[in-house]
């Protein structure tokens, strides 16, 4: 097949020309010529961030609930809640309804095109009297966390470089207060490979069933190889465990993908 008639089959088969809740869709890696660069979080995926994660993250929405619930059983009035990685603000309107009004809501992003679809997103939710912020940084520059009860970090660590995790989890370990809680969703990589093979075939059986063409899936998976690095599950308890959290428990699993939970 060439690429005229890639791109051909990917425009027919991939992605529905109306996405879900009315966010435009996700035809980022449609065309043959969009698999050389590195996935980066610019103007143009943060377009179609929320189509991207709804059709790509099994269960999302459920995931967003249940992250809102934990982080509600933590979370302490006069405290800081830290959704690091906010993207579009997803979590922390999920968050909202859940969590106590006196705590206040700190949201952190690299990018100002997520924050600014945050900043919408947030402006247009749930009227609150609630102390919000979103704060531009780059987690691998180091960042400061105080007062916190919860850090969230949702599809968020999987992202920042090997090298930079494990100061990243001790600063945020040092920034909880005691009994705090750090909840982390993750795509997992399996030590076993014919697990890691078949998790991952599912996965993109599933990315299928949304829309998304085989090109795509493919120029996506070329972008994201030197961009994602995701760790076993046991690698990340062992982070965490080393950086001063205590109690550890898995709360999503769905093939490759996992929700964790640590607390101070």
Not at 34 to 49: E, H, I, L, M, P
Not at 148 to 165: D, E, G, K, M
């Amino acid at each position: 097949m060439n690429s005229r008639t890639d791109e051909t089959a990917a425009e027919t088969a991939g992605a529905p020309r109306e996405a879900k809740g009315g966010h435009p869709v996700d035809r980022i890696f449609a065309s043959s010529g969009s698999r050389s660069a590195d996935f980066v979080f610019d103007s143009k995926t943060a377009t179609v961030f929320d189509d991207m994660v709804e059709r790509s993250v099994p269960f999302y929405d459920e995931i967003q609930r249940m992250t809102a619930e934990l982080a509600a059983e933590f979370a302490v009035a006069g405290t800081n809640v830290y959704d690091l990685g906010c993207a579009t603000g997803t979590t922390l309107l999920a968050l909202e309804p859940k969590v106590d009004e006196r705590v206040r809501f700190i949201g952190v992003d690299n990018s100002e095109e997520m924050l600014a679809k945050a900043s919408q997103k947030l402006a247009g939710g749930l009227k609150t009297q609630r102390a919000r912020q979103l704060v531009c940084a780059d987690l691998h520059d180091g960042l400061a966390i105080e007062n916190a009860s919860v850090v969230i970090l949702t599809l968020t660590l999987q992202f920042v470089r090997p090298l930079y995790r494990e100061r990243l989890i001790r600063t945020i370990n040092e920034g909880l207060n005691p009994q705090g809680a750090l909840i982390l969703v993750e795509k997992l990589t399996e030590g076993d490979t014919l697990f890691n093979r078949l998790f991952i075939k599912f996965y993109y059986e599933m990315k299928r069933r949304h829309g998304y063409s085989d090109l795509e899936i493919s120029n996506k998976r070329e972008a994201l190889e030197n961009v994602l690095i995701p760790y076993r599950l046991e690698e990340n308890e062992a982070l965490l465990r080393a950086n001063g959290f205590s109690r550890f428990q898995t709360w999503f699993r769905w093939y490759n993908f996992c929700g964790m939970i640590a607390v101070k």
